[in-house]
């Protein structure tokens, strides 16, 4: 019994309270809603974490987007320029 979580105080490096203490069904049963606390803590952490990341990829794209459209705003004045250029030299 002395290796399993909630059977008794000592596990994890110290007290678990007076439940965890005691061990039996109870200590074993306060174990089993820590750990399901802490799973359900972890996958909505990462939930949260999966959507930033999407959030930011979709920034990223749309600075893209507006960068290669600049440049392409850039290289027709260009291109314009130096069309204008061409004919002030005729």
Do not use: C, T, V
């Amino acid at each position: 019994m002395g290796n399993e979580y909630g059977s008794g105080a000592g596990k994890g490096g110290g007290s678990g309270g007076s439940i965890r203490e005691a061990g039996g069904g109870f200590g074993k049963m306060e174990a089993a809603h820590e750990e399901q606390y802490f799973r359900k803590l972890q996958a909505e952490q990462l939930k949260r974490m999966k959507e930033h990341l999407g959030e930011e990829i979709e920034h990223h794209e749309r600075s893209i987007k507006q960068h290669k459209e600049a440049i392409e705003r850039h290289k027709k004045k260009i291109g314009q320029l130096k069309h204008e250029e061409d004919q002030n030299k005729k």
